[in-house]
């Protein structure tokens, strides 16, 4: 079974940074994409950043230059770095597994962060 386990959420004044942290287990991690989604209240849910199994990053245009994705494989770890946080960051951050060989997708529980101004 794969499983999903994010951490590192919590309240910060706007400027400041977080990290944010997801564990897989139960799955070849290192040939899957990971991917950070974020949902606020009363909006649908959207991509934050993305990377694929050989390092390929991607970004939504909302944070571009200020977070940060990554991977450890040896650890079976996902990073977001998230810095210059504003209010509008304000949301429950996802964890996504994609798998390679099924396309099936894969969901942490969420971790809340909150931006004050």
């Known amino acids: 079974q794969v499983q999903l386990v994010e951490s590192g959420g919590g309240l910060v004044q706007a400027g400041g940074s977080l990290r944010l942290s997801c564990a897989a287990s139960?799955?070849?991690?290192?040939?899957?994409?990971m991917n950070w989604y974020r949902q606020a209240p009363g909006k649908q849910r959207e991509l934050v950043a993305g990377i694929t199994s050989i390092g390929r990053t991607n970004y939504a245009d909302s944070v571009k230059g200020r977070f940060t994705i990554s991977r450890d494989n040896a650890k079976n770890t996902v990073y977001l770095q998230m810095n210059s946080l504003k209010p509008e960051d304000t949301a429950v951050y996802y964890c996504?597994?994609?798998?390679?060989?099924?396309?099936?997708?894969?969901w942490g529980q969420g971790t809340q962060v909150t931006v004050s101004s």
């Open positions: 996504n597994e994609r798998s390679t060989y099924s396309g099936r997708d894969y």
């Open positions: 139960g799955s070849i991690f290192s040939i899957n994409n």
